[in-house]
């Protein structure tokens, strides 16, 4: 009796198209990844935020200080840091992917031999988004969702952030435009404007930002403290987030040189709000700033 033997080709195809229904498995696609390295803090915060696998990153600590502690519970292996990873841990813990920011192309070469990377396209700190910067942050946490295998997640914070600054807006009973700014030194300042995470949550809030001149891919200006010594931000309130050095700097403004003799020190409505947010976040710690900014504007209104 003799058997019908098909042909080697037949074997080579039906191997590939068994392969190819495996690498693009609906089922395989939608399993999350094992754990997930990051080396930016804008996606590590974000990621974190949708509750993912382990997450492998650098300079936790100081993370921890920026998004107010909110993720010292999570999945986190510390890698080192940003820039200098440990390359040997890194390896060893062997993470199914990378995700990188555009900035961080050229990483993903020296990365190769570990795990593939992904750019996150939709990353929204890449030049002056404007009036588009709220739907780049949507479109960010989207992306991240649906490679981290958590899209209902991302979905329900996009959700769940509208809703709150929604909530808080009605709260407020609206101030003069605001300034939001950061010292460096007793001589220098950060003021943040257009294409920044503050200015994302003041729109969306119905404030207004007196600060209207050109800014960097971050929303900032760095400029001298007598810069604000200019008759548009005369009325203008300042918000003061607190720096990480010099530690304590914003406190003593009233008693330093040049400081206090801005308007808004003078009339002592300034606020100071604590470095619970990073200055490159978007939904975590947009909803972060907007809760504290909200209830130092009403604790300073009080009688």
């Not at 950061?182 to 003021?191: H, S």
């Not at 403290?225 to 720096?243: C, G, H, P, Q, T």
């Not at 947010?277 to 907007?290: K, M, Q």
């Amino acid at each position: 009796m003799h058997f019908f033997q098909p042909p080697p080709k037949f074997w080579r195809t039906l191997i590939f198209l068994l392969g190819l229904y495996f690498i693009t498995s609906p089922t395989q696609a939608s399993e999350s990844p094992s754990s997930i390295a990051v080396f930016d803090w804008t996606i590590a915060e974000a990621l974190l935020s949708l509750d993912p696998p382990p997450v492998l990153m650098g300079n936790v600590q100081d993370f921890h200080t920026w998004t107010g502690n909110d993720y010292v519970d999570a999945d986190i292996i510390n890698i080192g840091t940003r820039s200098f990873p440990n390359m040997e841990l890194l390896s060893s813990i062997d993470p199914q992917y990378i995700l990188l920011a555009p900035r961080q192309t050229r990483m993903a070469a020296t990365l190769a031999n570990i795990a593939p990377s992904h750019i996150i396209h939709s990353f929204p700190f890449v030049n002056n988004s404007g009036d588009e910067l709220w739907e780049n942050f949507d479109a960010f946490i989207l992306e991240i969702g649906e490679l981290s295998g958590r899209r209902a997640s991302a979905e329900q914070l996009i959700t769940n952030t509208k809703s709150n600054l929604a909530s808080l807006k009605d709260e407020l009973d609206p101030p003069p435009p605001l300034l939001v700014v950061q010292l460096m030194t007793e001589q220098y300042v950060r003021v943040y404007g257009e294409n920044s995470m503050f200015q994302g949550v003041l729109d969306r809030l119905g404030l207004q930002n007196a600060w209207t001149r050109d800014t960097d891919i971050w929303g900032r200006s760095l400029v001298s403290v007598r810069e604000l010594f200019n008759d548009n931000l005369e009325d203008a309130r300042l918000v003061i987030i607190e720096s990480p050095l010099p530690v304590g700097i914003e406190h003593n403004i009233e008693m330093s040189d040049m400081w206090r003799y801005l308007p808004s020190v003078q009339r002592g409505d300034y606020v100071v709000l604590p470095s619970t947010f990073w200055i490159g976040g978007v939904h975590p710690s947009a909803l972060r700033f907007a809760e504290a900014l909200v209830e130092a504007l009403e604790t300073s209104a009080e009688p």
